[in-house]
């Protein structure tokens, strides 16, 4: 009997601890509290009650002793309750997240909190840390912030973090003990902030002489107002061109607008070199720089700072004092043609293609030149022959370079030559003769046909 009169004991004795685990209610937590208040100020009064027996000779030690306990007993009851109830309401209100940006680029977010009522004994503060984050990771900087609060509320608290990744929408996670809070929001932009902040993919690139090199850019501001926005390129040589390029629609751009609340925008820069370039140019990195401003002033919004490597490409051509030659059946002539150079890189392994009609052959010599520099000059020399049996008539020769370089092969501009095969003096003559002899003949036969009708 006494060991079942213990384990009921002891199952009435785990009833709370196990409703505990299940969890409770707000509303629960509050009728829990006032429960252990109503305990509390009955163990007062029983208290004051065993003190003044004890003070008549009424009431003994031990009695006075078991009050005392249980006064204390029922205080730290409510206490507990008192807590429990704490953790089911929210420490905070959020009452704005703004980020902004500085002339450096870099994005702060400041918090703006509010402490709520917790309903805790004076004097009992509570520690909590405070963090950003973006997905399951922590953005800010401090990773955490430490509050310490003695839960009466109405206190505003502000908490300014770095953010090490920018972002538009964060969580903000406050924790206390094994207690975790989250609340979603979306980051205000400070309204007064008119910078851009312009970020880029590829801002360091290289780009061969006669083509085109893209920026993909990416522009982000802090004011929520309509706005027109213009480009300035600086410090970047004139005879490089540029144009701006929307990076949705693909239209040319000649002012970027940005509509009212809308926070980020993409757009290309397009940089169009030059077919020839300063010497100076090749062997380095140019340095230049974009800013963005507003359409009607000259100060700058924000911009970047982006780089160019210009490499040349070899430009090959072909040309000739003598564009026509004339042959006779078996004869052959040399032209002198001149191959240049007119690129910004040296041409290698220069080839030459002809394609010479039935009848003639050409023969380049020499057939292949290593190597020729930019500006480089060189004299080949074409040799053009016809056959024995070439029938006289004007053809076309054409003729064409082709090199290599690192990036590309490079074909020249053709060259096309006229080459016209003559008759011959034997020739002539006995076209000559065979026309008298045929015209002999005939007049023979027509006297003859005459002298038979008379």
């Known amino acids: 009997m006494r060991a079942l009169s213990w384990l009921l004991a002891l199952l009435i004795a785990a009833a709370p601890l196990v409703a505990q685990s299940n969890g409770s209610s707000e509303a629960e937590r509050r009728l829990e509290l006032r429960r252990a208040k109503i305990n509390e100020r009955q163990a007062a009064a029983a208290l004051e009650q065993q003190r003044r ?9 031990a009695e006075l002793d078991r009050a005392e306990a249980e006064s204390e007993r029922t205080h730290l009851d409510t206490e507990r309750s008192q807590v429990e ?16 940006v500085s002339a450096a680029g870099d994005i702060t977010v400041t918090l703006q909190l509010r402490e709520l009522e917790r309903g805790y004994e004076e004097g009992l503060q509570r520690g909590y840390l405070v963090s950003l984050q973006a997905g399951q990771t922590v953005v800010s900087e401090p990773y955490q912030r430490q509050v310490t ?29 094994t207690r975790r809070e989250q609340f979603p929001i979306l980051l205000q932009h400070d309204a007064s902030d008119r910078r851009i902040q312009v970020t880029c993919a590829n801002p360091s690139q290289e780009g061969a002489l006669g083509g085109k090199v893209e920026y993909a850019l990416h522009l982000e501001r802090g004011s929520a107002a309509q706005e027109s926005v213009r480009f300035a390129v600086r410090d970047l040589p004139s005879a490089f061109v540029t144009e701006w390029i929307d990076a949705d629609s693909n239209a040319k751009l000649s002012l970027l607008q940005f509509g009212e609340n809308q926070h980020s925008l993409k757009v290309i820069l397009r940089v169009f070199l030059p077919v020839t370039a300063e010497s100076s140019w090749f062997d380095q990195t140019l340095q ?80 292949t030149i290593n190597e020729l520099a930019p500006r480089e000059k060189r004299v080949i020399h074409l040799t053009i022959s016809s056959a024995v049996d070439a029938i006289p008539a004007e053809y076309n020769l054409k003729l064409q370079a082709r090199a290599q370089n690192r990036l590309a092969t490079v074909d020249s501009p053709e060259l096309s030559l006229r080459v016209a095969i003559r008759g011959s003096v034997m020739s002539m003559a006995t076209v000559s003769v065979t026309g008298l002899l045929l015209f002999a003949t005939m007049a023979a036969v027509v006297l003859g046909v005459r002298a038979i009708r008379r």
């Open 85 to 100: 109830l704490a953790n089911e309401l929210p420490s905070f209100q959020v009452l704005s997240a703004v980020k902004s």
């Open 53 to 61: 027996l004890f003070a008549q000779g009424l009431s003994s030690k």
């Open 288 to 367: 230049f720089r974009i800013d963005a401003m507003p359409s009607s002033g000259s100060a700058s919004l924000g911009g970047i700072g982006l780089q160019l490597r210009p490499v040349g490409a070899p430009r090959v051509t072909l040309s000739t004092d003598n564009l026509l030659t004339t042959l006779a059946p078996g004869e052959r002539k040399v032209l002198d043609i001149t191959l240049e150079n007119l690129g910004g890189a040296a041409a290698h392994d220069v080839l030459f293609e002809t394609n010479p009609p039935v009848g003639i052959t050409a023969q380049v010599e020499p057939p």
């Open 149 to 177: 609060l003695d839960g009466r509320g109405h206190r505003t608290i502000s908490l300014p973090f770095r953010m090490l990744r920018d972002a538009d929408e964060v969580t903000v996670l406050v924790m206390s003990g």
